[in-house]
């Protein structure tokens, strides 16, 4: 797999990550907060701008590195479409 882009200021704030601090009582308040995060005016346009350079490849594969894989803010559709686990997450 080639890497052609790390889009690292759309990942949980420094500051975020530490108040979780892998805390699972945490989990659904991280989740929420995240989404906060992400609804920042600045990032949407991250967001966008990535995916519309993203648009001229045929496949997009999104990746991204946890310790625990048993949870996500994030999960694939059947479909291959990204959506939360809440659906509550829209732009």
Request: hydrophobic share 30%; proline share 3%.
């Amino acid at each position: 797999m080639r890497l052609d882009a790390w889009v690292k200021d759309i990942a949980p704030s420094t500051e975020l990550r530490k108040w979780f601090h892998h805390n699972q009582e945490r989990w659904p308040e991280f989740c929420k907060r995240y989404k906060a995060e992400l609804k920042n005016p600045k990032l949407q346009k991250t967001i966008f701008d990535t995916l519309q350079a993203a648009r001229k490849h045929s496949t997009i594969t999104l990746i991204y590195a946890a310790k625990d894989t048993e949870r996500s803010c994030f999960r694939q559709s059947s479909k291959g479409e990204l959506a939360n686990d809440n659906s509550r997450f829209s732009r």
